[in-house]
């Protein structure tokens, strides 16, 4: 998930990434910027705008360990 100063999130989700998305998306409007880090972002620089309809999956497994795992390595490369 990006914002339009350059910066991106990258996280980890076992549910669908659309419910992920929205999740974000309603702590980012009703200012719980302590649930979410996109809303964090948001409410920190409030002329930033979040791009939550180009969000990117970077790679799927079911398995949990896998996933953190994957999540720390994209983390790493961003």
């Known amino acids: 998930m990006k ?6 999130y ?7 990434i659309e419910c992920r998305i929205k999740e974000h ?7 719980h910027h302590n649930l979410s880090a996109i809303a964090e972002h948001a409410f920190n ?3 930033h705008k979040i791009l939550f309809n180009e969000v990117e999956v ?6 949990y360990i896998p996933r ?3 999540e720390a ?5 961003t």
């Open 45 to 47: 620089n409030p002329n």
């Open 68 to 70: 953190i795992i994957k």
């Open 58 to 63: 970077l790679a799927k497994t079911e398995k």
């Open 3 to 8: 914002c339009d100063c350059g910066k991106c």
């Open 73 to 77: 390595v994209e983390i790493k490369k």
């Open 25 to 31: 998306e309603r702590h980012t409007r009703n200012g």
């Open 10 to 16: 990258v996280g980890q989700t076992g549910r669908t």
